[in-house]
């Protein structure tokens, strides 16, 4: 799945769409850029997927629980903004985000393997995402002062 849509992000217009609606939407909207009908098809994709997870999960556990993957949020989200994706929208990638998934099992089993109390897991992840995000917005802070610098 990770190779599908990365090939889909970097190579196909939809892709593209994407990127560029999650940069500026109404930038993209005055560039032709059908916001409303690639974001519907973005959602619906989204949710066809997670419905499928949500299939295999039954399948494997065998029960439906309200509850089932609360605890999975916050690695995800460190995951994607680990990865590099920017929480300003229009950068990132999905192996980028493969990577960040990498990390954040590293270290979370880290943490295990350490004997150290679970407690601090989560402390430790919600400190990954806080340094990748203070990094994004120095890293585009940084940016913007070379291009005003330029002009």
């Known amino acids: 799945m990770f190779g599908i849509f990365a090939y889909v992000l970097r190579r ?3 892709g593209r769409r994407l ?7 109404q930038g993209a909207r005055l560039l032709g850029v ?4 690639t974001s519907f098809a973005a959602y619906v ?3 066809a997927l997670v419905g499928l997870a949500a299939l295999i999960y039954v399948g494997r556990v065998g029960v439906v629980q309200a509850t089932a993957g609360q605890e999975l949020t916050l690695p995800a989200i460190a995951a994607v903004v680990v990865g590099g994706t920017s929480i300003l929208g229009g950068e990132g990638g999905v192996l980028r985000t493969l ?3 990498v990390f954040i099992a590293l270290l979370q089993n880290g943490v295990v393997l350490m ?3 679970p407690l601090w897991n989560g402390v430790l992840v919600g400190l990954a995402v806080a340094l990748a995000v203070a990094f994004d917005v120095l ?3 940084s940016l913007d002062k070379r ?5």
């Open 115 to 117: 004997g150290v109390p």
């Open 139 to 141: 890293t585009r802070r």
């Open 99 to 101: 990577g960040g998934l």
């Open 12 to 14: 196909r217009v939809f």
């Open 19 to 25: 990127f560029a609606i999650g940069n500026d939407a």
């Open 147 to 151: 291009i005003g610098a330029q002009k």
């Open 34 to 37: 059908p916001v409303g009908r």
């Open 45 to 47: 994709l989204v949710g």
